[in-house]
């Protein structure tokens, strides 16, 4: 990872957002699968608004980018939008900008509950180690606007006929709640524990 820089994007990096939409539409090509497009001022908006992450090389090069949108008045955030150019790929550079990326959700957003859609096992993997669980597209946003983001995807039309309930994608949630209420049950159960083998030995 000492080729790359991964950072926080801002205004002196929007020179590279059409080459970030051109690198994403073709990646979603030569996948076959669906990618809700995005334009280069819409990718330069979130560098701006400092909701984006992007890796480049030592060099300056693009390697990779991901941007986090916010749904239903903060409650709902997504890291969307994960890319590495393929001359850079098997260098670990997806989870580092992904996991970049949930840290700064998580700064800005500490209550919030992150969600994603992905078809790439290689994301879904990624996702489970930052403690994503697959859900139900039900237990996902239900503001309008971001399922109408999904009208440029090839898949579409099976979403709508599903009438939203599913899709060729995977539904992901990590929920702070959940994730502190996992840790106060094993919390108490270690105390329990001490508090066992305390009364077992008769600790003094």
């Given at each position: 990872?000492?080729?790359?820089?991964?950072?926080?994007?801002?205004?002196?990096?929007?020179?590279?957002?059409?080459?970030?939409?051109?690198?994403?539409?073709?990646?979603?090509?030569?996948?076959?699968?669906?990618?809700?497009?995005?334009?280069?001022?819409?990718?330069?908006?979130?560098?701006?608004?400092?909701?984006?992450?992007?890796?480049l090389t030592k060099s300056g090069k693009l390697a990779g980018f991901c941007?986090?949108?916010?749904?239903?008045?903060?409650?709902?955030?997504?890291?969307?939008?994960?890319?590495?150019?393929?001359?850079?790929?098997?260098?670990?550079?997806?989870?580092?900008?992904?996991?970049?990326?949930?840290k700064l959700s998580r700064e800005k957003y500490p209550q919030a509950k992150?969600?994603?859609?992905?078809?790439?096992?290689?994301?879904?993997?990624?996702?489970?180690?930052?403690?994503?669980?697959?859900?139900?597209?039900?237990?996902?946003?239900?503001?309008?606007?971001?399922?109408?983001?999904?009208?440029?995807?090839?898949?579409?039309?099976?979403?709508?006929?599903?009438?939203?309930?599913?899709?060729?994608?995977?539904?992901?949630?990590?929920?702070?709640?959940?994730?502190?209420?996992?840790?106060?049950?094993?919390?108490?159960?270690?105390?329990?524990?001490?508090?066992?083998?305390?009364?077992?030995?008769?600790?003094?």
């Amino acid at each position: 990872m000492d080729k790359f820089v991964v950072s926080v994007a801002d205004a002196s990096h929007v020179k590279y957002a059409e080459e970030i939409c051109e690198l994403m539409a073709d990646s979603a090509a030569k996948r076959g699968t669906g990618i809700a497009r995005r334009s280069p001022d819409y990718l330069q908006m979130k560098m701006n608004e400092g909701k984006a992450i992007i890796a480049l090389t030592k060099s300056g090069k693009l390697a990779g980018f991901c941007y986090i949108e916010v749904w239903s008045n903060g409650k709902y955030l997504a890291n969307s939008g994960l890319i590495v150019h393929e001359d850079y790929r098997n260098h670990g550079l997806a989870q580092a900008i992904k996991e970049r990326a949930f840290k700064l959700s998580r700064e800005k957003y500490p209550q919030a509950k992150l969600f994603g859609l992905t078809t790439s096992m290689a994301v879904m993997k990624i996702n489970s180690d930052l403690g994503y669980r697959p859900v139900a597209f039900t237990q996902l946003t239900d503001d309008e606007a971001f399922w109408k983001g999904c009208a440029t995807c090839v898949n579409y039309d099976i979403l709508t006929r599903k009438n939203h309930q599913m899709c060729l994608c995977t539904g992901m949630l990590y929920d702070p709640e959940e994730k502190k209420r996992q840790w106060k049950n094993k919390s108490e159960k270690v105390q329990e524990k001490i508090l066992f083998w305390k009364q077992k030995v008769k600790i003094k």
